[in-house]
């Protein structure tokens, strides 16, 4: 078995316990495997072993993988930093945005997402440990935020994505998740179902917490360069 099958193997199984040790369905929590600064090559080996969702952020790394890989049933997640002049190939280009933290992205997305295509699948990234120099949302802004969001045709708001600051122990990890989550559960929702919440270091804490999409990357292809 190769390295990153091995990988692969070990991750989902990771993701299998910690579903059931917080009483999740199985299969509830899917992984993105991110696949930035990696060649296709290793995108394929993932995909042979059964990965089907890629994250990548930047877009033009991201377009020239496309290109080679076009005949794979790959589904693409943008989740870098989003400037407006980037939005046109973003909406062509991807089924998924993890990374919109503000209107006007989100209006640019909507207008430029094609026709032909289904609405582009949107999370909103919340600044959760209320960082000054992080991006995201602030979590106070977030309810109207939603509400302007939701009215535009060309994307479909899913949920939210959230990089909490790394935290020692895991009743510390937990802590930002819960409170995203709760926050969006009040608003009653349903059709917001999407938390984009984990990485490596905190994949349990995440799970435990409502997180139905895990972010890894370094874990599973390797470190990059
Ligand atoms: C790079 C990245 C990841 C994956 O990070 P690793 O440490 O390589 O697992 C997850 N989420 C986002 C938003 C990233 O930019």
């Keep these: 078995m190769n390295r990153i099958t091995e990988n692969l193997r070990r991750i989902n199984s990771d993701i299998r ?34 990965q089907r969702h890629f994250g990548e952020n930047y877009l033009q790394e991201a377009l020239t993988k496309q290109k080679e890989l076009s005949h794979y049933q790959i589904i693409w997640h943008f989740i870098g930093p989003i400037q407006s002049n980037k939005t046109k190939q973003i909406a062509e280009n991807f089924s998924w945005v993890h990374s919109v933290d503000r209107l006007k992205i989100a209006q640019r997305l909507s207008n430029q997402r094609p026709d032909s295509l289904p609405p582009l699948n949107i999370c909103l990234q919340v600044n959760i440990s209320q960082e000054e120099s992080k991006a995201g949302i602030k979590l106070t802004e977030l ?16 949920g939210v994505m959230a990089i909490p600051e790394p935290a020692q122990g ?23 179902d999407t938390f984009s919440f984990g990485m490596t270091r905190d994949l349990k804490a995440a799970i435990i917490e409502g997180a139905t999409i895990i972010r890894i990357g370094t874990a599973l292809f390797g470190t990059r360069t």
């Design 17 to 50: 316990s910690a579903e059931s040790h917080s009483k999740r369905e199985a299969n509830s929590v899917q992984l993105l495997a991110v696949s930035k600064t990696k060649p296709s090559s290793d995108i394929i080996e993932a995909y042979q072993a059964g």
């Design 143 to 158: 309810a109207s935020m939603i509400k302007q969001i939701e009215q535009l045709p060309g994307i479909k708001l899913r």
């Design 170 to 192: 895991y009743e510390q990890q937990r802590q930002p998740y819960r409170l995203l989550h709760q926050t969006i559960k009040a608003l009653k929702k349903p059709e917001l």
